[in-house]
């Protein structure tokens, strides 16, 4: 091992007889520091990012860690670092010790055809790091393939460059590269001031698109007009988005929430629908978007199995098209729009490493949570 690298760290560990949550199911161990092997870096993390996934990854559903990576009986979560590189495994040509770098999650096996020809996200092998792999960025030394690494921007601090990389690039390749995103288009943004939706707003406004941003309290309102969001709808408004009866069509919630949509809009509805939340706002999604109109999702907050009335999507010919994380080149592009400031990190509050649980407990209970969150771990 390089000199310097030590043979053991401090990291925080779920195990999976402690599946619960975040404040239960974390605690701070002492473990081996991993090795970099062929095309891999070791990193010494700086700050780490807080993420919706570690909360699944406490609780063990709707998979549990065992499940994730049979292999190995310890999972250090954390699919967000900011570090300098500490060791590198052979092979590796592009990066050195010493480099500053920030990550990105998307690990492939970088041998097959999907790798090489179609596409990363496409490969048998394809995990996100830090929650479908271990040796995430929630210790002092963290373990990634070298594809990961980007270039840290200059000007941010460590927190700063710690917080985004998942939730901007899995937005940029949501709007840009799944729902192809188009100047002027109207975008729904659920959860908008939140991880991702945060980030969504602002690369709305990076190309002209129009986010009409979905808030739940005049606070988050006021956060998302610093973004340059001007359209809201505070879901508070609007209880039953969600639609137990689909054979029944649209409820008179559902309804109502496309009337102030098109109050706000001048009567269109949106070319594109930016969902993560699921089964409490899935119904309305496909419900309001337009016609040829597109629904984008990435997760489901409220739980994944997902109820609509079809008629919706093939008589008005909509599209649900899934979308998750991003690739190198998709991380490459996002990152240079925060080099050139023309993105910038939502950072809203910075956690010590020995709070990384509390932080995560926050995420999950706090519904007066925005932005994003790093845990600074030097
Ligand atoms: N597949 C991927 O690559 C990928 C990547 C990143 C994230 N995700 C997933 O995407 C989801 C969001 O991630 P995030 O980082 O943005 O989380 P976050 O920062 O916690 O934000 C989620 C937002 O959703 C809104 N929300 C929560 N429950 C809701 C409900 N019942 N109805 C309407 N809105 C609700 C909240 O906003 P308001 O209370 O203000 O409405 C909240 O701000 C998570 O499930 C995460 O695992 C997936």
Redesign the pocket.
Known sequence: MTPGVPDEMRAWVVREERHGDPVTAMKLETVPVPRPGVGEVLLRVKAAGV???HV?ACRGKPVSISQLHPDEPLHIGGSDAAGVVAAVGPGVRYWKVGDEVITHPNQSCGQCAACNGLEPLSCMHQK?WGFETSWGSFGQYARVQAQQLLPRPKRLSWAEAACYG??LF?AYRMLFVSADVKPRDRVLV????????SYAIQLCRAVSAVPIC????AE?ESYCRTLGAELFID?NDFPY?SDPTPSAGPTDGMRQFRRELRALTGGEDPEIVFE???A??FPTSLFVARRLGKVVI?????GYQLTFDARYLWMHQKQIVG????NQHDATRANALVEQGVIKPTLTRTFGFEHAALAHQQ?LED?T??G?YAIVVD
Request: charged share 5%; hydrophobic share 30%.
């Open positions: 993420n919706y996934n699944w996100a998942l939730k899995t659920w959860g908008a001031s939140g991880g991702l939706g979905v808030v739940s309290s988050k879901r988005l993560h939340v699921g409490q706002t990435c997760g489901a907050t409220s979308s998750h994380g991003c995420v519904p949570t925005h994003s």
